[in-house]
């Protein structure tokens, strides 16, 4: 288990299950986020008062990181769609998200998520009957190491993010939540406790 000595609010560390993590490594107002296992799309909506976009930054078929593939337990030479958006709240960039839903995901009903435009993955994810969630990994880097691009986040900033493996009708896809700097919300948890 990741200690304070180990992981801490100013440390970086790579992609961990959210359960070795100590609960004291991370700051309160940051787990309550990073731990929740319900829609992050739903609590967004509730923090901006209705007033969540969804940006679509790039949608293709490309290969995937060695890090995607380890967690989706694929070769990193196999294309996935890789889906790349910006979760805006009050008009504020909140969440860069990055998906990689492998191409045999994409069959059947799945097919579908190539068309979901700018509507959030969460959502249908969430409303699908056959959803399961592996556990919640949680990792702090910096953006480049998230892959977030210099138009959203400067690359040296390091960020807090969280990413699980969902399977629909037994197909896997891979969802990552990198939160942004301008990300405000987790104040709000801090003003409720003064």
């Not at 731990?35 to 967004?44: I, M, N, P, Q, V």
């Not at 045999?104 to 249908?124: F, K, N, W």
């Not at 953006?143 to 969902?166: G, K, M, N």
Request: hydrophobic share 40%; charged share 15%; proline share 6%.
């Amino acid at each position: 288990m990741l200690d304070n000595s180990q992981c801490h609010y100013s440390g970086i560390f790579d992609w961990v299950d959210l359960t070795l993590v100590s609960r004291s490594a991370i700051p309160i107002h940051w787990y309550e986020w990073l731990a929740d296992r319900g829609s992050l799309t739903e609590r967004l909506i509730d923090a901006s008062n209705g007033q969540l976009l969804v940006k679509v930054i790039s949608q293709m078929d490309m290969l995937p990181s060695y890090s995607e593939a380890d967690a989706l337990n694929v070769s990193q030479s196999s294309p996935m769609l890789i889906r790349q958006v910006v979760l805006s709240g009050q008009a504020t960039p909140w969440i860069f998200a990055r998906s990689a839903i492998p191409l045999s995901t994409l069959t059947g009903r799945q097919s579908s998520l190539r068309d979901i435009d700018s509507q959030p993955l969460g959502a249908v994810l969430f409303n699908d009957s056959s959803m399961t969630r592996a556990p919640v990994q949680i990792a702090r880097q910096t953006a480049s190491s998230f892959s977030v691009p210099s138009t959203v986040c400067p690359q040296e900033e390091i960020l807090w993010a969280r990413r699980s493996v969902f399977l629909l009708e037994n197909k896997p896809l891979l969802v990552a939540e990198i939160f942004l700097p301008t990300f405000k919300p987790y104040n709000q948890l801090l003003d409720q406790n003064r």
